[in-house]
Each structure stands twice: as structure tokens, then as C-alpha cells.
């Protein structure tokens, strides 16, 4: 089988070190850096609609994109040296009083993924650390989590102090989990909202090439 | 008939002379002290600086007081353990004030005093020499936990380390719940129930894999790495829960000879499964690594007691509720009737005959918190005629009431639910 497939199907069963190992050949095969990562954002992608479609499940998406980590790790530095760029910065947190984190994680998972560059605040992120790291890192998109009804209302927070740090239209705002609808999202003026990881990386992409 | 029968007779399947009402007989039907104040103050049950007692220091969930409990009537008491999830006892109760003001009473070895950003630490077994366990951001309303997993060894990972919190009853523990249940059977009407559940019997709760009592907890402490074990280390997963099943059965059997039929019901899990649109983990993990163990432990109550077991399990449950369902569960909860696969109807045409649902009586990520007082009674008011017909029905809001709930919107909802059961309360 090409090598390419085998770093996909691997990656996609969530065999780590079989992934790291794959990548080394490859690169070691003078495969192009490009073409490698392009075989990691393939798998991830088959990894979210699976994930999107209900076939598998949080801990298999958590492992996968382990596996994807093995791989991504390698050519990392190699990306940058080739000059090759992201297609996009992202800062993403879950806000502040809120702890639940796996979904943001899905989310900063597959969007590195798909060829994103993620800076992940954590969890329990204040409206003024969004606007601190929005200064230092300039990215496209920043994307909140929330899981709690009490917690929900952090994202108008954090917006209405990108507003006054006069950040606001520079960033793309995407928000998103269990509790946050289509309606909330328009409501406390955020750009876009996503269902699931899936949908967000779709989004994210749309969303950018808009912009630009 | 009194509240312990109107419980007794719902969760044989049998139709009450009116619907069952729990509010805080489980620390997932309980209610944050921000919105139990404020409800307290609005009937005129409290004044503004009388303090409410925390019952629950990670959810923040106030206790259910007496006049509280008769001005609702409401048909549950608690039989609450002396030790809380970080290891002290709640004792030596002292005044604390809430990031929104809410007065409140916490037990002595509450640590209250705040870093320099204003966020709040607890520690395991109030021991401040040791890392906390878990913090409160300011301006917050729960405790969040603190990550002190450390890597995981393979070669070393050990199910001792795993299950070093889980421990028989003491013979102190003992004779408390013995004077405690006979107490509140005798004094009281109430159907009693039994929140924490015993040591042992509650597998893979991801609210307790930290092991927050736990100065150095050794083993699978982060709860990533916990549900990524379900697949990556089955084997181990599963000598956990059968140790785990062995201390469970042990403690439910010193529990009954303490209690004996005085408690009805008792908490034996509170591991989420779902999730919003569908399941958390695959439906094999459950069936394979779950419910043999519980169908032990539920057989185990069934053979010796006249208890009735409960599963807590937030999220679209709907693929499995036929597997707790074979494993022995008697009610579920909380019935979160706003994920996927959940609506009440569909619940109790296919499961009504076969479990009980305790829950379910508001959605609370949407019509609660955001609809109308006059929404939030419709609502109730369909889902108790739902949920309700022939018995197997307890009401109870999906999860804990938070915080941020709008008065009007708390008052709507015990307005409605005692409308249905024909009760006119004074403020309301
Ligand atoms: C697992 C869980 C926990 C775990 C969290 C572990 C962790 N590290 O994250 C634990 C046990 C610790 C926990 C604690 C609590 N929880 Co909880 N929890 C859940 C549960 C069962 C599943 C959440 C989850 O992980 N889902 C899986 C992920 C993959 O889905 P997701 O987060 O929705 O993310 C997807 C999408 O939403 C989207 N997405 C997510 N973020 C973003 C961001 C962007 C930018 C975009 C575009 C998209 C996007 O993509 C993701 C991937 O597809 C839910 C139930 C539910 N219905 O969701 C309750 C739930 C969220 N919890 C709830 C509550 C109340 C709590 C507690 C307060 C009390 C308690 N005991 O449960 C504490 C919270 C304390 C705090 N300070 O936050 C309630 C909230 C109710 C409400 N009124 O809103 C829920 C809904 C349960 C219920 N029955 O009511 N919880």
C-alpha cells in the first residue's frame, strides 16, 4: 500500500507510534513535507464525519488525534523551515467558570488537523485573557466554548471586551457547545457557530477565505 | 398517603395519589445556593442576610431546610454522609460570603481566603501544606479541578493506586447512618434516599477519578486520559471495576445492616454516558466494561433489600437505557430530555413499564433559564401529564437548578408543579 494511505488508515485507527513511524519513512523516503501532512489532514477529516456521522465516539477521536500529534509533531519544524504557511491562526478556550473541555479539545484537535495553526488557552478563560492573547498572537479566529447555561453569557462578556480593546472586527468569533444554538450565537453578536468539530473546521474555512 | 408512600408507590410503578416532588435527595436534584437564597428570600422563608448552609462544596448546592421542605412540599430527605468529597467532615459550620453575595454557612476546614486574582482553593482534607484539589475562579459558581495527574507509568499503573479512596465503612460511619436513618424514619414522613451511594459501587465516575481527598493521588487521574482508557486499557479498566464492585458489595452489605429497609432509594452511579447529540463512549465500552458489574451489584440489592437502585447518567442515553435496564437499574436520571433521541414522550412509551424516571421535568439548558415564567409552566406542566401517567415518575428539574435562574422563572416552576398536585402554596 502507498505510504501516504497507510499514515491515513493508521492515523484514523489511532495507532500512535505506528503513525510516528510511518512519518519517519517517509521523510526519510524524501516524500515532500507538504504531501505528508496532506496524508494527517486527510485522515483527520475521515476521523471528524465519522465522528459528526456518530460511528465512533469521543475516547477513538481523542486517540486518533494522538496518533495525528505522532505524526504532526515530526514535520512540524520541517513546515516551517519549507516556509510552508497555516491556512489560518485560531485561539480557542472554553470560558471563564467553565471546565468542560473535551469538546473544545475535538475542536482545536481537528483544526490543527486541517492545516490551522491553535493556540489553546485552556479552560476557565477570562474575557480579558482572550483579549491579551488576541493582541499577542493577531489571529484570524477566536473560538469560546461554553457547556453551562451559567457560563454561556462569558462569551458575550469576552466580545463586548474585544469590542472596547477595539479587536473586534479583526477577529472572526466562533462559538460553540451543548447549550449554544444558531440563535444565541447571532444574539450576542458572534460570527459563526458550529454543532460539532466537524462543522467547525467547514466554517472556519469558509469563514476565511470570506475574509481575505 | 404521606410522602414516603407516595415515593414508595411511583417507583413501584404504581400511580401516586398525586406526583412526587424531590428537591435535593440527590446531589443532582439539588439547588445552587445562589438561586436557593433567593427563592428562600422571596417566600419568605428567610431574610436577606440569613445565610444558607452548603451541602454540596464543589456544585455549591444548598441544603433543603425544613420550612423549605413543608412550604413545597416536598417528599425526600436526604441521608447525606459526615464526609464531603475532600476528605473532612462538614462540621463547625462558619459564615462565608458568595462572589455574588449570597451569605452562606461552610464547615470549618472550608478554605475562604482568596489568591491575589481572587479565585478560591480547597484542599484534601483541609490540609493547606498539600496542593488543592480543586479551585473556584472568582466571580465563579462551582469548583473546578485542579490537574495533578502526573505521567502515566504503564509498567506501574496499579489498580491499589487506582482505588486507593475506596474504602469499607467504618464502624463510626456505621453507627452514624444507623442513628441517623432511624431518626429521620421515625420523625419523619419523608421517603428517604441515600445520595452518596457507598464506596465501591460507583464505577468510573469522572467527577471522582481526580481523588480529590487524596494528598497524592497516584494512578489515571486526568479525566481525558480516564475515556481514553476505555479503549486503551480495557483490561485494566476492567480489574478496577471488578475490585470496585467487591468493595461495593461489601459496604452495601454493612449499609444494610446500619439502615436496614429504612432508606428507599440509594445512588449507584453517576458515570455520564452521553452527551448531547448521542453517546459519550461506544455502546460496547458500557456493555462490556459497565454492566456485568452493575447487574452484580443491582442483583445484590435486590436479593437482600427492598431498596431501589438509581443510575445518574447525563446526555442522550437513549441507546443504552435498554442495557441499564438489563443490568438492573430500577430509575434513572436525570432524564436530560434536551439531548438527542430524549423526548419525553418517546422515553416512556419504549422504557415507561421498566424503569422510573426521577428527572426530566424541565429543560433546563433552554426554557428554564431563558423562557418565559408562563413557558416554564407549560412545560412543566406537560411533561408531569407525560412522565406521570401510571406512576414510575418522580419530579425533578434535568440536573441541579443552577445559578442564574430568574426568580420569576423558579417561582413559575413549583407554582406549576404543585397546581398539578392540586397544593396552593403562599407565595408562589
Ligand atoms: C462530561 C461532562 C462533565 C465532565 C467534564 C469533563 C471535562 N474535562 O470536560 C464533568 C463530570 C467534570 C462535568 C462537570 C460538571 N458539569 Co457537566 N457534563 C458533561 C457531559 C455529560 C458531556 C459533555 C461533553 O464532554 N460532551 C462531549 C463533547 C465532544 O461535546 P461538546 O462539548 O458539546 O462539544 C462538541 C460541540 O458542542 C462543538 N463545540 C464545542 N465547543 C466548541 C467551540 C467552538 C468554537 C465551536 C465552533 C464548536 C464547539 O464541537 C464539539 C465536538 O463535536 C454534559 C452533558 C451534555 N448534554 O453535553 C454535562 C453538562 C454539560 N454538565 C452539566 C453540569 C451542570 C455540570 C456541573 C456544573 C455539575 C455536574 N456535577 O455535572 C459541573 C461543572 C463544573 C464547572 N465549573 O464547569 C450540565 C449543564 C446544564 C446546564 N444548565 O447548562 C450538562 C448539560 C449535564 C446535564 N444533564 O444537564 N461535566
Redesign the pocket.
Known amino acids: 500500500m502507498d505510504i501516504l494511505q497507510e499514515i491515513s488508515d493508521n492515523l484514523q485507527k489511532g495507532q500512535v507510534s505506528k503513525v510516528g513511524i510511518l512519518v519517519k519513512q517517509a521523510l526519510e523516503d524524501k516524500i515532500d513535507v507538504k504531501t505528508i501532512l496532506g496524508s494527517l489532514i486527510e485522515g483527520m477529516g475521515v476521523v471528524g464525519r465519522r465522528?459528526?456521522d456518530g460511528e465512533i465516539y469521543?475516547p477513538e477521536?481523542l486517540i486518533a488525534a494522538r496518533a495525528m500529534y505522532a505524526g504532526l509533531d515530526l514535520i512540524r519544524p520541517l513546515l516551517v523551515q519549507t516556509g510552508a504557511t497555516y491556512i489560518g491562526k485560531v485561539v480557542?478556550g472554553?470560558v471563564k467558570?467553565?471546565?468542560?473541555?473535551?469538546?473544545?479539545?475535538?475542536?482545536k484537535m481537528?483544526m490543527e488537523g486541517a492545516g490551522f495553526e491553535v493556540i489553546d488557552l485552556g479552560?476557565?478563560v477570562s474575557p480579558e485573557k482572550f483579549v491579551e492573547a488576541v493582541k499577542a498572537n493577531q489571529p484570524d479566529i477566536v473560538?469560546?466554548?461554553?457547556?453551562?447555561?451559567?457560563?454561556?453569557v462569558n462569551m458575550k462578556d469576552t466580545i463586548e471586551a474585544l469590542k472596547r480593546a477595539n479587536l473586534r472586527d479583526k477577529v472572526i468569533v466562533?462559538?460553540?457547545?451543548?447549550?449554544?444554538t444558531e440563535r444565541f450565537a447571532a444574539e450576542i453578536g458572534a460570527d459563526?457557530?458550529?454543532?460539532?468539530?466537524?462543522?467547525?473546521v467547514a466554517?472556519?474555512k469558509a469563514l476565511i477565505s470570506n475574509k481575505r | 398517603m404521606n410522602s414516603r408512600e407516595r415515593i414508595i408507590s411511583a417507583i413501584n410503578h404504581r400511580e401516586p395519589d398525586r406526583t412526587p416532588l424531590d428537591l435535593g435527595g440527590f446531589?443532582?436534584t439539588g439547588i445552587h445556593v445562589s438561586s436557593l437564597h433567593i427563592l428562600e428570600v422571596a417566600l419568605g422563608l428567610k431574610k436577606p442576610n440569613e445565610p444558607v448552609k452548603v451541602v454540596d462544596l464543589?456544585?455549591m448546592l444548598g441544603e433543603i431546610d425544613e420550612k423549605l421542605r413543608e412550604t413545597l412540599e416536598i417528599d425526600t430527605i436526604p441521608l447525606r454522609g459526615q464526609k464531603n468529597y475532600f476528605g473532612f467532615k462538614n462540621e463547625n459550620w462558619k459564615p462565608w460570603t458568595f462572589f455574588d453575595g449570597t451569605p452562606l454557612l461552610v464547615p470549618e476546614k472550608f478554605n475562604t481566603i482568596p489568591d491575589k486574582e481572587g479565585n478560591i482553593y480547597q484542599y484534601p482534607q483541609g490540609d493547606t501544606s498539600a496542593l488543592p484539589c480543586v479551585k473556584?475562579p472568582k466571580d465563579?459558581?462551582?469548583?473546578?479541578?485542579v490537574d495533578r495527574s502526573k505521567p502515566i507509568d504503564e509498567e506501574s499503573l496499579n489498580v491499589e493506586d487506582q482505588l486507593e479512596e475506596c474504602k469499607l465503612l467504618t464502624d463510626e460511619e456505621l453507627s452514624y447512618y444507623e442513628k441517623e436513618s432511624k431518626r429521620l424514619f421515625e420523625e419523619t414522613n419523608y421517603a428517604i434516599t441515600f445520595p452518596s451511594g457507598v464506596s465501591g459501587t460507583n464505577l468510573g465516575?469522572?467527577?471522582w477519578i481526580p481523588g480529590w481527598s487524596l494528598k497524592n493521588p497516584r494512578g489515571i487521574r486526568n479525566?481525558?486520559e480516564w475515556y481514553i482508557s476505555l479503549i486503551t486499557r480495557k483490561d485494566f479498566i476492567r480489574d478496577v471495576n471488578a475490585k470496585m464492585t467487591e468493595i461495593g458489595i461489601e459496604n452495601l452489605k454493612l449499609l444494610h445492616q446500619a439502615v436496614g429497609e429504612r432508606i428507599q432509594v440509594i445512588m449507584i452511579s453517576s458515570t455520564?454516558f452521553?452527551?448531547?447529540?448521542g453517546l459519550?463512549y461506544p455502546k460496547e465500552s458500557y456493555q462490556e466494561l459497565f454492566k456485568p458489574f452493575h447487574k452484580r451489584i443491582n442483583d445484590w440489592v435486590h436479593r437482600n433489600t427492598t431498596w431501589k437502585t438509581l443510575i445518574h447518567?447525563?446526555?442522550?442515553d437513549y441507546d443504552i437505557i435498554p442495557d441499564f435496564i438489563e443490568a438492573g437499574f430500577d430509575i434513572l436520571n436525570?432524564v436530560?430530555i434536551?439531548?438527542a433521541k430524549m423526548e419525553p414522550e418517546r422515553l416512556k412509551k419504549e422504557f415507561g413499564d421498566h424503569i422510573v424516571f426521577w428527572g426530566g421535568g424541565i429543560n433546563?439548558?433552554t426554557t428554564?433559564?431563558f423562557g418565559t415564567p408562563q413557558e416554564v409552566e407549560e412545560e412543566v406542566k406537560k411533561n408531569i401529564s407525560i412522565f406521570g401517567e401510571g406512576g414510575g415518575f418522580v419530579y425533578a428539574t434535568?440536573?441541579?437548578i443552577?445559578a442564574r435562574i430568574p426568580l420569576e422563572n423558579l417561582l413559575a416552576l413549583f407554582r406549576a408543579v404543585n397546581d398539578v398536585r392540586g397544593i396552593k402554596v403562599q407565595g408562589l
Open positions: 465522528f459528526r469521543v477521536v480557542i472554553t467558570g467553565d471546565l468542560h473541555d473535551i469538546g473544545k479539545n475535538l475542536v481537528m479552560r476557565d473560538g469560546m466554548s461554553a457547556l453551562i447555561t451559567t457560563t454561556m466562533m462559538v460553540g457547545g451543548a447549550p449554544v459563526s457557530y458550529a454543532k460539532d468539530a466537524d462543522t467547525a466554517k472556519a | 446531589d443532582f464543589v456544585q473556584m465563579g459558581f462551582y469548583f473546578d479541578d465516575d469522572s467527577f479525566q481525558e455520564d452521553g452527551a448531547q447529540n459519550l447518567s447525563c446526555g442522550s436525570p436530560q434536551s439531548a433546563t439548558q428554564f433559564p434535568v440536573h441541579d443552577q
